[in-house]
């Protein structure tokens, strides 16, 4: 089964073609707004007996992972950059590679090892999982889910050198109780999220994230998904478009922004990213334009957020998939947004207070200047990572507890 997709939603439409400029991404566009420093962590490494890392060296996987065979080996056989380098989709269309965010501190936290399961929830275009297969080697497996068909057609291509290892699910990573079902998986050792949209999304302007280029006013992580934010748009009551805008996107001017919305689809429907841009920045007065970034940024924002459904139930999710971890086994999010780094920091705490988990990272890790510098796309990211306390001695009759003495670690204090 190594790098088939499995369907657990719609086909692939066509490949995506186009450079592109700014786009529905994270809400640290604007200048200066997130932290640009590491926050306190207890390690990396810290606890649960994980093996020592190896680091990911530019993500290559070890000669001997390149040689799993079988029919998904197409990638490499097509000369596709084992590991380290951007599909062949990205770099035949121009596009520029997707930079994976906190790349080293997410493959601390998760400490894989050999023989280990692991979950990468939204693989995109395959750099946080090709680095995680070449950092652990062996036969570690992992299952590598996206809801979007072009991002797992590049992730196949990626991951392909690492063979029967990995397992290429498309669907929601909030169905992974059924996605692990489907491969037999009771429990794993770890599992990352980084949420969001990726370069290859947000670059692609027939994708419709991006307000610097023309295209569809589309948004659709799963373009099988029948929701565009053309649809929204021009059938969302005027509340609702201002609720979106004022809660998903911060943007100050919601309610201006809601009202030219209506006045404009009065006239005809609005279709195209760049119709979506002349009404904002219509909406907003000139002297605010002039402040924090692209006038569209906190819209276009907004949308990606509504129409892709993005926070329903992230935290409750998170919750249910902690109980997935085996003793030792970590769970590392990557959030853009302050809602979703509200979920999951509420989740985590909750977790870490009761029995049988421990929070690793007592504040978010953030990018340092030198990746922001890189890849400006990371500004916002905060990474938080929690992991479930190794075994105690079993209850009769029931399943392993968890050991209340491990818990003992520098992150107490905040509990
Ligand atoms: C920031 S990108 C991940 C990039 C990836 N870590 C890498 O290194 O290439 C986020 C990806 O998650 C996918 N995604 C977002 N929400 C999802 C969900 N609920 N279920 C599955 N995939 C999701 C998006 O389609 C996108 O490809």
């Known amino acids: ?154 992730a196949r291509r990626r991951l392909a050198p690492f063979g029967d290892r990995v397992h290429l699910v498309h669907g929601d990573f909030r169905d992974l109780e ?9 429990r794993v050792d770890g599992i990352l999220l980084d949420l969001g ?83 904002v920045k219509a909406a907003i007065p000139a002297r605010a334009r002039r402040r924090g970034g692209h006038p569209a940024r906190r819209t276009f924002q907004a949308l990606r957020i509504a129409v892709n459904d993005e926070l329903r139930g992230l935290e409750g999710f998170l919750r249910a998939a902690a109980q997935r971890l085996r003793p030792g086994g970590r769970l590392v999010v990557i959030a853009f947004h302050s809602l979703e780094d509200r979920a999951v920091k509420r989740a985590f705490r909750d977790l870490a207070a009761g029995e049988g988990f421990r929070l690793l990272t007592r504040k978010p890790v953030t990018p340092g200047e030198e990746e922001v510098r890189r890849n400006p796309r990371s500004r916002s990211a905060k990474l938080r990572a929690l992991q479930r306390l190794a075994a105690g001695p079993a209850p009769a009759g029931g399943e392993p507890r968890t050991g209340a003495g491990a818990r003992a670690s520098p992150c107490d204090a905040t509990r």
């Open 197 to 279: 949209v990726s370069s290859m999304q947000l670059d692609d302007p027939s994708r419709g994230f991006s307000y610097q280029e023309e295209g569809p006013l589309d948004m659709r992580m799963d373009p099988g998904q029948p929701l565009t934010a053309a649809d929204l748009v021009n059938t969302a009551s005027r509340d609702q478009l201002a609720r979106w805008l004022a809660e998903y996107g911060e943007e100050r001017w919601a309610g201006r922004i809601a009202d030219f919305i209506v006045e404009a689809r009065r006239r005809r429907p609005i279709t195209t990213t760049t119709e979506l841009v002349e009404i």
């Open 178 to 186: 059924r996605h692990l079902a489907s491969l037999g998986w009771d």
């Open 1 to 154: 089964m190594g790098g088939r997709i499995r369907s657990a939603a719609a086909e692939p439409t066509a490949p995506h073609q186009d450079d592109g400029g700014g786009g529905a991404g994270s809400d640290g566009g604007a200048p200066g707004r997130a932290p640009r420093s590491g926050g306190g962590t207890d390690a990396a490494a810290g606890g649960g007996g994980a093996a020592p890392v190896r680091r990911p060296s530019a993500g290559r996987p070890p000669a001997g992972d390149a040689a799993g065979g079988g029919a998904q080996q197409a990638g490499a056989a097509q000369g596709h950059e084992a590991g380290g380098g951007w599909g062949q989709d990205g770099a035949a269309q121009g596009l520029a590679p997707h930079q994976p965010v906190l790349l080293e501190a997410a493959l601390a936290f998760l400490a894989p090892r050999r023989g280990g399961r692991y979950v990468d929830g939204t693989v995109g275009g395959g750099g946080h999982a090709a680095a995680l297969l070449a950092a652990v080697g062996g036969d570690a497996q992992l299952l590598a889910i996206d809801r979007d068909p072009q991002a797992l057609a590049v």
